[in-house]
């Protein structure tokens, strides 16, 4: 499985930072998780592109994190292309056909399905994705994903877990969240301002890192990469996720999610 992340930014982007956006692949199909705007730009520059992604999983509706969706559907029409799902929490549908109401023009342009996530329900396959979610806490109705390829297979050793990738979405930082991500060999989590910032709804780095050291059991995690940078955190990133290792009792590997880098989760 490979995710590049194509916006680390949040609603106030910098040049180097487009709003949110991340892309596996590995899976039966690539599946783009959130869609803030620049994040077309961005996937135009990949070898997938926008032809290539026909389906959207939405953590929440913020606007950072919905901006280009309507202009995906519209570029992937242009394209010659067919379809277009987008999935995402309760209140999904109606978004998407509100957006569509607004711009009339769009409607039935693609063949459009749109699914909507109950967190306790269990898991859920989407884009060849087996995908678990749990709610964040967070200003706006927002899902963490925890995922992996479907049909994973490890030849060698069937006990094994297949390679888990957890998106926490927007979300103050919370021990069961970490939980959640226990095992992962990523954990791409919310880190939207450095230390010292006076902010609800989002972590700075010392604060992530005491809902890791407060995770019950000792959370097993590969890799951390914090993302969702406002511009505050422009030039702190070192220090930020020096914050997070010094502070965090855990032995995971802590770096800043950069747009448009790509990593293998094996
Ligand atoms: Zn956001
Ligand atoms: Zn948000």
């Not at 995908?131 to 994903?145: G, P």
């Not at 030849?155 to 095992?183: C, I, K, N, Q």
Request: charged share 25%; with cysteine; aromatic share 4%.
């Amino acid at each position: 499985m490979r995710l590049t992340f194509l916006g680390t930014g949040a609603a106030m982007p910098l040049p180097t930072r487009h709003q949110t956006g991340l892309l596996f692949e590995g899976g039966a199909e690539p599946l783009l998780v959130d869609c803030g705007a620049g994040v077309l730009h961005r996937l135009a520059r990949t070898r997938t592109g926008y032809e290539g992604v026909s389906t959207v999983l939405l953590t929440h509706h913020h606007l950072d994190h919905v901006s280009d969706l309507l202009s995906l559907l519209k570029a992937r029409w242009l394209a010659g292309e067919e379809t277009l799902t987008v999935a995402g929490p309760e209140g999904t549908a109606d978004l998407v056909e509100d957006l569509l109401d607004a711009h009339d023009y769009l409607e039935d342009r693609l063949d459009l399905t749109l699914r909507e996530v109950d967190p306790d329900a269990g898991a859920f396959e989407v884009a060849g994705y087996r995908v678990r979610a749990r709610e964040t806490d967070h200003s706006a109705h927002c899902l963490a994903y925890r995922l992996h390829v479907a049909d994973h297979k490890d030849a060698a050793d069937g006990e094994r877990r297949p390679p888990t990738v957890t998106v926490s979405g927007d979300t103050e930082a919370d021990p069961g969240l970490v939980a959640f991500a226990d095992g992962s060999a990523l954990l791409v989590h919310d880190c939207s301002f450095p230390d010292g910032v006076e902010v609800s709804n989002h972590p700075t780095p010392t604060r992530l890192a005491e809902a890791i050291a407060d995770a019950d059991a000792d959370p097993d995690l590969g890799r951390l990469y914090l993302t969702h940078l406002y511009p505050h955190a422009d030039g702190e990133e070192e220090s930020m996720a020096a914050a997070v290792r010094e502070h965090a009792d855990v032995d995971a590997d802590v770096r800043v999610a950069e747009d448009m880098h790509t990593v293998s989760v094996e």
